[in-house]
């Protein structure tokens, strides 16, 4: 049995578990509301998770919003899309396997998707596997669109860890496949017109970008999940990746 470094550790304890303060759990509960609600009419809805930037929390945010679903009964696929530095194997002390990248290379016939895992009791998991410098047109494959196309008849939540919108355009390349976009922003690290120029991408593209998430508030600040139309705020303490 492999013995658990305290940085995998710490990383392993952002995701929800009976340990978890009661504010972060309030937030995310209210994050799950207001995904509930969002404007979607189609039966599988389909959200990406994205930042301008790395180290801004999307990782840990899409793995636990996706066990918020599950808790409610829903089920719920998480996609990790980042090929080129995957980390959701890390938070959910996974072996890295083949997933993903295998599947859209045609070295897998069928996605190799994760069941049974004990840091995400519910959610099945589909890994980035093997790293890629390249995966773009992967992405915009049409073995990815049937991929999930398949997905949408089995799951009521396919959610897409996707790689940062500054840094390179993957996330970009889902249009199309998802109903639409939410960004995760780290209170006192992210830079405001980093931000402006991920949103100002997506206008361009006009793609659905649903609110945003703001991560890293500590519990001092006494502040809970909102929404409100197109801005959708979410606190909560721990940033992650």
Known sequence: MRKKSTKQTKLQEMILNEKTPSY??????????NILYLPISARCRKLAFTSACAKEGKTVTSINIAICLVQLGKKVLLIDADIRASLVSR??????TNGLNEYLLLMDDEPNVLTDIPAAKGVD?????TLSSNPGDLMMSERMKKMIDVFSLKYDYIIFDT???????????LLGLVDGY???VRSDYSD???????????SKLDANVYGFVL??????????GRY???????????YGD
């Open 24 to 33: 972060v759990l309030e937030a995310y509960r209210e994050m799950r509301t």
């Open 91 to 96: 938070y959910l002390d996974l072996k890295k």
């Open 125 to 129: 998991v589909l890994l980035a596997g």
């Open 163 to 173: 790689p940062p919108v500054n840094v390179v355009n993957d996330a970009t390349t």
């Open 182 to 184: 939410i960004f995760v």
């Open 192 to 202: 405001i017109n980093d931000v402006k120029e991920s949103i100002e991408k997506f």
């Open 215 to 224: 991560n890293d508030e500590k519990e001092r600040r006494g502040n809970y």
């Open 228 to 238: 409100k139309n197109d801005q959708y705020d979410n606190y909560y303490g721990g």
